[in-house]
């Protein structure tokens, strides 16, 4: 009850694009002598975190506002338009575990003359290597707007209620072409978008909790146990969502027969793996702003995907030679299986490769995890918030052997019935399934680096 009373005053929620989002808007007003740009930059804790200003709020809104001018750029039936900043604001938000998000407003303005029909066209580079959503509108005050390429009403209410369904695959519009002409202007209505799956709410609403919690002013002994207990389940889900590979590594423990010792190699390696990672990716985002939290996570992503796609062409190998005819004996001693030998048992391949397994399964660090840490830090509460991320990597180990377990369990009753004449294959269908699955995360994580 107490913490719950805590909880209910201090519930802040996370980023919905995520921590490491840097979001624009540009909301594009055309009347008959100028062009309007409301250029909004909606960064999250991260990026927040990694550029503060150097002086004064509206000091520092001007300069940022004249840097993002000289990124945008427009035509005027070819000619190039002259922007000008107008008004700039600067304004921090409450953000996820008392760590803050914050909102640019840039206004600016480039003349025309609307007497005709006139081909504009806009485009908004600034922060083009950064994540997040892009959203671009276009209206008419005093001319008529036809051929738009962007809608008259922004999805986003400019960059402050972000559609549910679109959050996995936000808009990334940076460029807009249309034609003015004398007449009245019309404004459109925005398309409804459906709600987020229950899963993905109950999620954010478990981390939303953790992260009131961790930016509480007084931790008391109740609120802490609850966010260490709140970092486990969010861990166990974490690796149960697609794109982690877990499953498919779990079958890798479940081909081994679930050894105990090899149970125990997984969780410790997946925990120490997180942990470390969020360490070090915490610290370099905060010695410095040229670190891109949100490519590192791509690569690591990718070096998790060659290393499940390594053990899984290790296993393939294995257990194609173990197949050939005189090859050990492979089928013939009652093991049932067919590769009690092929993972190199006796001969420190099985064990490296659980190694290399947990490895993969603990690389990619969390963000949930990150900003957890990032916030008890600035907190002065730094311990805490290495004991959440430990319990993140507990959370995920547990998923995964879970995982090995059931695994194991509907194999011996399939191979129990009448599937049991697929019994000599079950170790090459499970070696081709992590190759299959490592390639797919690795192509995956390389999308996101393009």
């Not at 499970?430 to 390389?446: H, K, P």
Request: glycine letters at 12%.
């Amino acid at each position: 009850m107490i913490a719950a009373a805590a909880l209910a005053g201090v519930v802040l929620a996370a980023h919905p694009l995520g921590n490491f989002s840097v979001n624009h808007y540009d909301g594009l007003t055309v009347r008959h002598d100028r062009i309007e740009d409301v250029a909004i930059v909606d960064s999250a804790e991260i990026p927040t975190l990694q550029d503060p200003p150097t002086g004064p709020a509206e000091l520092h809104a001007r300069r940022a506002c004249e840097e993002l001018r000289g990124d945008v750029a427009g035509q005027a039936e070819g000619r190039a338009l002259a922007w000008r900043v107008e008004e700039a604001s600067f304004a921090y938000r409450p953000g996820a575990a008392g760590l803050r998000t914050s909102r640019l407003t840039c206004r600016l303005s480039a003349p025309i003359r609307v007497d005709r029909p006139l081909t504009l066209t806009f485009a908004n580079a600034h922060r083009a290597d950064a994540v997040g959503w892009r959203e671009i509108t276009a209206i008419g005050s005093g001319v008529r707007l036809r051929d738009s390429s962007v809608p008259s009403r922004s999805m986003s209410d400019e960059l402050r209620d972000y559609p549910s369904d679109l959050l996995s695959s936000p808009p990334d519009v940076r460029q807009a072409r249309l034609t003015a002409e004398p007449g009245s202007g019309e404004r459109g209505t925005a398309a409804g978008v459906p709600g987020v799956d229950v899963i993905t709410r109950y999620t954010g609403t478990l981390a939303d909790r953790l992260n009131a919690v961790i930016g509480a002013e007084r931790l008391t002994i109740p609120l802490g146990l609850l966010a260490l207990l709140l970092s486990l389940v969010l861990g166990a889900v974490h690796a149960a969502m697609p794109g982690h590979g877990k499953t498919v590594m779990a079958a890798y423990l479940a081909g081994r027969d679930g050894r105990l010792r090899d149970a125990c190699t997984v969780a410790a390696t997946v925990t120490l793996t997180h942990t470390a990672g969020v360490l070090v990716l915490g610290l370099l985002v905060t010695i410095t702003a040229s670190v891109a939290g949100e490519v590192v996570l791509g690569w690591l992503g990718v070096v998790s995907g060659l290393l499940i796609a390594l053990i899984g062409t290790a296993l393939l190998c294995s257990a194609l030679r173990s197949r050939k005819p005189g090859h050990g004996h492979g089928h013939s001693h009652g093991h049932g299986h067919g590769h009690g030998h092929g993972h190199g048992h006796g001969h420190g391949h099985g064990h490296r490769g659980v190694v290399a397994l947990g490895v993969a399964g603990g690389l990619v660090p969390s963000p949930s995890a990150l900003v957890v840490l990032l916030g008890a830090m600035a907190l002065g509460r730094t311990a805490f918030g290495v004991m959440t991320v430990v319990c993140y990597g507990l959370g995920m180990a547990a998923t995964l052997l879970a995982a090995a377990l059931v695994l194991r369990r509907f194999r011996d009753l399939a191979l129990a019935g009448r599937l049991r004449r697929l019994r000599p294959y079950t170790a090459t269908m499970t070696a081709a399934l992590v190759l299959l699955v490592g390639t797919g995360i690795t192509v995956r994580a390389m999308a996101t680096l393009i």
